[in-house]
């Protein structure tokens, strides 16, 4: 019995700790998404634009996008199995459905200060749900 209880808390503690980094990562990408969108037009100013050329085109927010979706549903669904908190769960899909409709509307349609503001949104608020999933997971 005591043995069996030992592996369960093993199994929580790695579970916890990929939940953790998970969270972490993906308020990361999320904050290179926020500083991006803001930093970007000043780079632009105050810096040869030859290779920042790269980092304008939508591609990047596309390739960024891709990245954030697993990382973040692992992360939140791994937390959510502990807490059961719906406002979290929320708050993320939220923030990933606005950076979904940044991306796949793009500038063309919105655009360019339109698609930075729904970005910066959604960036926000899935870099605080990863935030409120860390915090509830550690109490």
Sequence with gaps: MLNAERESQQRLSTSST???LGDKL?????LLCF??????????LLAPSVWLISLSDES??????LAVIPISSLALWRGFKQ???LPVLALVML???????????GHDRLGE?????????GALL????????YRVRLH
């Design 18 to 20: 990929a939940s953790n």
């Design 35 to 44: 500083i991006h969108c803001l930093a970007l037009p000043l780079l632009v």
């Design 95 to 105: 923030g990933l459905l606005v950076l979904g409709m940044a991306v796949g509307l």
């Design 113 to 121: 200060w339109g698609e930075k503001l729904l970005t910066l949104v």
């Design 60 to 65: 990047f927010h596309q390739l960024l996008f």
């Design 126 to 133: 899935v870099a605080v749900g990863h935030w409120w999933n």
């Design 26 to 30: 993906a308020m990361a990408l999320s």
């Design 83 to 85: 807490h059961r908190q």
